[in-house]
Structures are given as structure tokens and as C-alpha cells.
């Protein structure tokens, strides 16, 4: 394939840890098959080779916390043609969107020296409330699995194989014995996106919702058998508002508790 | 391989430490024995070695929602129930590749046939399990498409059942007539019998293949003595199952209550995680995937186990046609309580519980189907659905 015709790809960073963009630098098997199918246009992670926009495809990493990036987000949305946001950051707004639960000058005046040089928003907000999102990948991080899946449907024109049905499914396929059922150990794969393989119950602990909801979670349900094994009020908002913690599903089971 | 019913062999005894010479008798006949074994705090199938991987002295205690492992008394090799994984995950594998393709010169080029399929000896198949295999044989093996995968391991398969002498908390094959007896559709069964100082089994052929292994292995004539012994457990056994349901017009009644007010209540509960129909035994359910990699010169068609209680199950242009947790566990119900009937002509249950222990909620089936029987209003006798 000539390199001129390749579609170019681009990575952004908004506020996130790089965790993501690190999956597919971590995607050793297949980064020479990514680097021979697409052009790097512009990966700072990666590369110092910036070229100009528009892009074929943009991978987005990160949620929007400053006005500064509320306003990046709109030219890179305008230079791609297709946009994929990467992790739970940009699809829900990450681990800071605690900050939408909280007063956020008490975190800078706590964390900074010198808290009046902190610019930032009230809120943190995943990338699609800004602009029109393509696709969305879960995950905190990704897995890099589903990322060469996302890339290899992008190349050939076809749809992501990244069902939206449970962890559960994935724990039950690798035939794990459910820590729930077989230990007591309270897990949120019932209420959580498939996508990992089901890491944590394969190592004997409870899943804790990194992928954000899955279609259709019955969150009430679940928050009532947590409640039956002894979680309390507190730890159940504690397990609703982590790195999902701004997903229309997990804030609102995480508000419920609080309410009560 | 289920051979039609063959004249059940006198009952031998072998003592405990024979039963070493039966996974030797049956390695050196080339099988892979797979059977019980602790695995993540429960009694899981995977492969076995030898006796020693077995769960000697282990028990499971079972109620909806909950399993635990638990230490017994005695040395007892089978002295546990069913545990999270059924004899399916062998003979119709959780995730199959099932071919690839390479681009060659523009010319799409299918990959050699996989690997031969493997030949299992499954050891400590329980009755019900034994029914639910002769479900899912009619379900791949009969009819006009078949399924080459689980027909080449079936036929190759080596059943050991082994009799049930201790019942779980959330069984109920007593109801459904599937146990706690193996009355066919094995090649060996065995009763373990703990009696004072003597650790022995009971054993019967049931094919040739089964009479051909068991002539090697040193035993006796049982005695009427044992033969009794191990009746009386087994019928002990019937007596304490954890569950029951009535099956008596469950057909119509399920038929006839596809409106009812308890379908709203146990969606109410329901995760639709799926596991209860990936542990059940009888649940045949599959979807394919395709997938290319990066170059687009390779592709690959996997098929996996698929549940109803997903949304993409019922997809259909446009959309999904059950999106409502409702919808999703009356369609598993339903099917396996009545619609089965319809399809196979005979129920999707066997009554082993599995779905009810594996539901991180404890749902139960039986439960579902009193509450459904308790409010049901209609006139039996004019909205019989079955006699159309
Ligand atoms: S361990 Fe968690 S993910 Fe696995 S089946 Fe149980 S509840 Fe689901
Ligand atoms: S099991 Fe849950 S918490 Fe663990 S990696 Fe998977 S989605 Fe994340
Ligand atoms: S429906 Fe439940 S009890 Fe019946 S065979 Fe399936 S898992 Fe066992
Ligand atoms: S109950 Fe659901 S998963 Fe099981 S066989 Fe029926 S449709 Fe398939
Ligand atoms: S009945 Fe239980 S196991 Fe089945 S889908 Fe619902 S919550 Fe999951």
C-alpha cells in the first residue's frame, strides 16, 4: 500500500493519566501491523512527527476539565473524520468527575500552594457532551485487545466486535467460579460492560465497574444484594463513583444510596 | 456414546483404591479424563491426572444466590453435587474458533480443518447430567443440520455416572424425573459407599465398551447386602432434595400466564447477566462473530455461547425485539418449562439447580413457577394452548 493513501491516525490527549494511549503502545504484537495500516499523524506519546490535519481517524483520550479543552475538543472534532474516544475518561468523564460531587476550589485549595493559578471547570464532562462521538470504547484502561479490534473494523469497514452485554458473560466463557455466588465477594460484573475477559473475578476478587454500565444494568437490584452480604450506604456510593462515576447509570444508583 | 439401552450388567463391587486402575484402564485407552476437581473455591470440570485431583473429602452446600465449599467427614471421592460448570463446556466448548481465511492473490483461501476433536472420558456424570446430555444430544445430533463439533466428541466420549447419594440444597431432579438414579445413557455407574471401616463402590455397565473396561479391574459379585446398601442411599437421597417444583400442566400454565404480574416482580431482580443460562446444561444457545485483522488479509469466524437475557440475542433489523428484562427472563422460562417441549418434545430442565445456586441474586425457578401457578385465574380447561 503506498503510504500516501493510508488513512491517517491521530491520538489527543485531554485530562487523563495516558493510561490509554499507553494500550496502544503496549500493543506490541500488532504495532507494526497498526504502524504498517495507517499512518501516525500526530501520537505526542509516540512521536514527535506531527503532520497537518485532517485526519482520518482520531482516538481521544480524556475528559474535558478546562475551558481551554472545551475548545480544543472542537477543532479536533472539526480535523477528523472519524473520532473514537478511548476509556472511561472520555466516555464518562473519568475518576475526575468526583469533582461533580464536590465543590472543586475545596480540591485545589487543599492539593495546590498556590490555588489561585488553578484554571479548571466545575465539572468533568466526557468528550461526547461536547461534540459528536463515533464510537466509544470502556475501559480504565482499555484493553488492548478491543483497541486493535476497534482499529482492524475501522480498516476493513466493518463494525467493532465490543458487545455491551455483562462482565458476567466473559467470567462464565473462561469458566470462572463466580466470587459472588461461591465466596461472598461483592462484584459489579452484573451491572458492568463486558470488554476486559473478565480480569478480576479470574484472579479472585470482585470486578469493580472499570468498564462503566452495561446495556440494561439493573444497578437497584444488585445495590440490594450488596446490601444483603453487609456493604453499607457509604461503600456502595463509594463502588457507584469511581473511574464511572459520571455514567448516567452509576451516578444515579451512587446518588440513591446517599439519599437514603 | 448413549447406545440404546443395553441389559444392565450384574452389579460388582471394587474397593476405593480400584478406582485408580479405572483412570489408568481408561488413559491407556487414549481418553483425557475430565471430572471434578477444586477450582476458585468450588468443585469445577477440568482435566484430571489421577484420584488425586479429585475432591476426596470435599462437599458443596447450595441454596440460591450461595455455594460453599465444605470439609466432610469422611474420604468421599464424589461426595459433593453439581458444581458452576456443566459437562457442555467439553462437548460443545464455551468458545470455538470455527475457520479462518487469508486473502491470496485476491482469492479468499480457507485454512485446513482444526485439529481431531478430542476424546474425553467424563468422570461423575450425575443422573440429571445424563438426561441433560441426551437433551443436547437431540438438540446437535438430530434433525436435519447437525453439529460436526459436538458430534465427533460425543461419539467419542467415555460416560462414568456416578449415582447420587447426597442431594443439594437447590436440586429438585426428583420432580422432573431425571434422578438421582442413572438409569441409562452411561457406559459405567457407580455408587460410592461409605460404610463404617469399608470404602467401596458399587458399579454396573451399561455398553459394552463400559462391560470391556469394568473386566478390567479387580472385583467381585456384589453382594445383596451392598446392592441394598447403595439403593438405600440413593432412595435416602430422593427424599432430601433441596427443591421442588410441579410440573403437573406447567406447559399450559406458562402458555397461558404470558401476562401475569410476576414477570414484572422478578425483573425487578434480575441482573440479565446471563449466568443462569451459561450454567445450565441444557442451554444450547451460540452466536458467531467475524472478525479481520489489521492487514485485512486474514479473517476468522468464532462462534461462543450465547444467553437470551442479552440484548444483541434478539436482534433483529432495527432493533432489539426484548429489551425489557421481562421479556428476557420470560423467554428463558418459558422455553425451558415449555416451549423446549414444542421444539424437542421434551423439558429444558433437569432439575440440577445450577440456576438457581449460580444466580448472583438467587432467583429460582421453582419459586417463579409456584408464584406463577399461585396467580394463575384462567379457566384451565378452555385456554389449554396445547391442544390446537
Ligand atoms: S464473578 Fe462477577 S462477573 Fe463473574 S459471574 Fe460472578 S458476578 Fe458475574
Ligand atoms: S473485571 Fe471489572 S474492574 Fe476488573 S478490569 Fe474488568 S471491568 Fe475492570
Ligand atoms: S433450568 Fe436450571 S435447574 Fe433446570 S437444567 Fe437448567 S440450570 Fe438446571
Ligand atoms: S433459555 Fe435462552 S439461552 Fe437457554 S436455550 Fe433457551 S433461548 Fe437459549
Ligand atoms: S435470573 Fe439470575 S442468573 Fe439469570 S439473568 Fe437474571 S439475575 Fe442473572
Request: glycine fraction near 8%.
Amino acid at each position: 500500500m503506498p503510504t500516501n493513501t493510508k488513512p491517517k491516525l491521530a491520538v489527543w490527549k485531554f485530562a487523563s493519566c495516558d493510561g490509554c494511549q499507553l494500550s496502544l503502545l503496549d500493543c506490541e504484537d500488532e504495532l507494526l501491523a497498526v504502524a504498517g495500516a495507517v499512518e501516525i499523524a500526530n501520537f505526542p506519546e509516540a512521536t514527535r512527527a506531527l503532520t497537518k490535519g485532517p485526519y482520518d481517524l482520531s482516538l481521544v483520550e480524556g475528559s474535558i476539565t478546562t475551558s481551554h479543552d472545551a475548545e480544543r475538543i472542537q477543532k479536533v472534532r472539526k480535523m477528523s473524520k472519524y473520532l473514537i474516544t478511548i476509556g472511561a475518561c472520555a466516555t464518562a468523564g473519568g475518576i475526575q468527575a468526583l469533582r461533580n460531587f464536590a465543590n472543586v476550589t475545596d480540591y485545589t485549595n487543599y492539593v495546590y500552594a498556590s490555588p489561585q493559578y488553578i484554571e479548571t471547570l466545575h465539572k468533568s464532562t466526557p468528550i461526547g457532551y461536547h461534540v459528536h462521538v463515533d464510537f466509544e470504547l470502556r475501559g480504565c484502561p482499555i484493553n488492548k485487545m478491543q483497541l486493535v479490534e476497534v482499529l482492524s473494523a475501522f480498516l476493513n469497514g466493518r463494525k467493532p466486535n465490543t458487545p455491551a452485554y455483562g462482565v458476567c458473560v466473559e467470567c462464565k466463557l473462561k469458566g470462572t467460579s463466580c466470587v459472588m455466588v461461591a465466596q461472598g465477594t461483592p462484584c459489579m460484573g452484573p451491572v458492568t460492560h463486558a470488554g476486559c475477559g473478565a480480569i478480576c473475578p479470574t484472579f479472585d476478587r470482585g470486578c469493580y465497574g472499570c468498564f462503566g454500565p452495561k446495556e440494561t444494568a439493573n444497578t437497584i437490584s444488585l445495590s440490594e444484594q450488596f446490601h444483603k452480604s453487609g456493604v453499607t450506604d457509604e461503600q456502595l456510593i463509594r463502588a457507584y463513583r469511581s473511574f464511572n462515576a459520571g455514567s448516567d447509570t452509576f451516578r444515579k444508583e451512587g446518588d440513591a444510596h446517599e439519599r437514603q | 456414546m448413549l447406545e440404546p439401552v443395553v441389559e444392565i450388567e450384574q452389579q460388582v463391587t471394587f474397593k476405593q483404591e480400584q478406582l485408580q486402575t479405572l483412570f489408568t484402564v481408561l488413559q491407556k485407552r487414549d481418553y483425557q479424563l475430565v471430572g471434578p476437581t477444586i477450582r476458585d473455591g468450588a468443585i469445577a470440570y477440568d482435566e484430571l491426572n489421577s484420584t488425586a485431583d479429585l475432591p476426596v473429602g470435599w462437599t458443596d452446600e447450595q441454596d440460591a444466590g450461595r455455594y460453599r465449599l465444605a470439609s466432610r467427614k469422611d474420604a468421599a471421592y464424589f461426595g459433593y453435587v453439581v458444581g458452576p460448570h456443566s459437562w457442555k463446556k467439553f462437548l460443545y466448548p464455551p468458545v470455538l474458533s470455527l475457520w479462518k481465511a487469508n486473502l491470496q492473490k485476491g482469492e479468499v483461501v480457507v485454512a485446513p480443518e482444526a485439529a481431531e476433536a478430542p476424546k474425553y472420558a467424563l468422570i461423575g456424570v450425575r443422573s440429571c447430567e445424563l438426561h441433560a446430555i441426551a437433551i443436547q444430544d437431540k438438540i446437535f445430533l438430530q434433525g436435519e443440520y447437525t453439529d460436526p463439533v459436538y458430534k465427533a466428541r460425543r461419539e467419542k466420549a467415555f460416560i462414568v455416572a456416578v449415582n447420587c447419594v447426597t442431594t443439594g440444597g437447590t436440586c429438585f431432579c426428583v420432580s422432573m424425573k431425571t434422578g438421582p438414579k442413572a438409569t441409562c445413557g452411561f457406559d459405567l455407574a457407580l455408587t460410592e459407599v461409605i460404610d463404617g471401616q469399608r470404602h467401596y463402590f458399587v458399579a454396573e455397565s451399561g455398553s459394552v465398551l463400559g462391560a470391556e473396561v469394568l473386566a478390567e479391574i479387580t472385583k467381585q459379585q456384589a453382594t445383596a447386602e451392598e446392592q441394598q446398601d447403595a439403593k438405600d442411599l440413593m432412595e435416602k437421597a430422593a427424599k432430601k432434595m433441596g427443591r421442588q417444583l410441579d410440573t403437573t400442566g406447567i406447559y399450559e400454565l406458562l402458555y397461558r400466564n404470558v401476562e401475569c404480574a410476576r414477570w414484572e416482580n422478578v425483573a425487578g431482580r434480575c441482573l440479565t447477566c446471563t449466568n443462569c443460562t451459561m450454567v445450565c446444561p441444557t442451554c444450547f444457545c451460540m452466536t458467531v462473530v467475524d472478525t479481520t485483522d489489521l492487514t485485512g488479509q486474514n479473517a476468522e469466524r468464532t462462534r461462543h455461547w450465547d444467553s437470551c437475557f442479552t440484548l444483541d440475542f434478539s436482534y433483529i433489523h432495527g432493533g432489539s425485539i426484548r429489551n425489557s428484562p421481562k421479556s428476557r427472563y420470560r423467554q428463558w422460562m418459558t422455553h425451558k418449562l415449555a416451549a423446549w417441549q414444542d421444539q424437542f418434545g421434551t423439558s429444558g430442565c433437569v432439575g440440577c439447580g445450577r440456576c438457581i445456586t449460580w444466580c448472583p441474586v438467587g432467583i429460582d425457578i421453582t419459586e417463579e413457577a409456584r408464584a406463577i401457578r399461585a396467580g394463575d385465574k384462567s379457566d384451565k380447561a378452555t385456554m389449554a394452548i396445547k391442544e390446537h
